[in-house]
Structures are given as structure tokens and as C-alpha cells.
């Protein structure tokens, strides 16, 4: 089941007052952008979702044991229009009881068949202005259900942006059940 903005919303207010319960094992895998609403929105923001999709935006966590104190994770955010591929990749760290998903992009790639043409050290933001997800729900494919090479019962995870959007993605590959 992917799930709508009202029973999203609802889930968001419950991890506001008790957290998510969402692990950095929950978060590890390739998760493909499937849908987003503007901020106050319930309905789904149509060509913006369709944009995302057609340019296969990506959003992929690993785990990042070289992160100082351990705990952090890889992340890379992607876009890709045939084999044309512009990526940001950084590292995030899983902070508060919510918790907030906290990140940073230190390098811009642009990739052409997995070549790269161009790489580019990004600045770091200053540290009130990081971007980060506030993480409302995750769910995976239980043992023995259908994963998502399948295409059946795919897994999910939901957060909500800095801009105040909210965003749904669907895992492609990777990670551990919660």
C-alpha cells in the first residue's frame, strides 16, 4: 500500500509528539521519489511528482562507518535523463527523537555513462542552514512478501523537507528490515 497525505498527515502528528521509531537501518537502500505536496497541500503535486519521476530523482542512504563517532550515512540525490546523470553526493546523521535526517552535499557530479565530466567540491552550509528531512514513517517488505523487483507491496519511506513539503519515496534495492 503506498499511502495518501491525510493518513501521512496523521502519522506525522503522532511522530511530532512520540517520534518516528525510525533506525539509520530503517533508511538504507535506493529509494525512488514517487510523490510530493507542496506544504499545506492534500493533494499531490502532479507535474512536479511526473518531473521527478521522468528524470528518475533517486535518493540513496548507506551506512558511513568512516563518519565521525560511527552512525552516519552516505547519501546521494540523483537525476538522470538517459545516460546523462547530475548527482550531489554527502553525508547525513539521524539527530533527535523524530528524528530529523540532518545533511550535507560536498560534492556536485555530472556523469555521462557512469564517466564523469564534471566534479565539483560544494561549500559546506553553515550549520543553521543544513537541509534536512524530518522523517514521518518508513515500511518495508515483510519476510516473504514481494520486493520490489517484483513491483508488489514496495517499500516506502516519507519525510517532510526544510521548505515544508512532503515527500514519498519507494525503495528500489538495499537495506534490512526494521
Sequence with gaps: MIPE?????????RSRREGSGLSQAALIGSWRLERIWSKGSLRPAAIGAALLRGLAARLQLAADGAA???????????VRV???ELRFEGVGRLQGRRPLLVFSFDRLLLLLGGRVLIERALPAPEPLRR??????????PGPGEPGPSTGASPGWLA???????LALWLLESGGTSK
Design 131 to 140: 537541509p534536512f528531512f524530518a522523517l514521518i514513517a518508513a515500511e518495508r
Design 5 to 13: 497525505a491525510q493518513w501521512l498527515l496523521e502519522r506525522e502528528r
Design 68 to 78: 565521525t563517532g560511527g552512525g552516519g550515512l552516505r547519501m546521494v540525490n540523483s
Design 159 to 165: 519525510a517532510r523537507g526544510r521548505g515544508g513539503g
Design 82 to 84: 538517459g545516460a546523462l
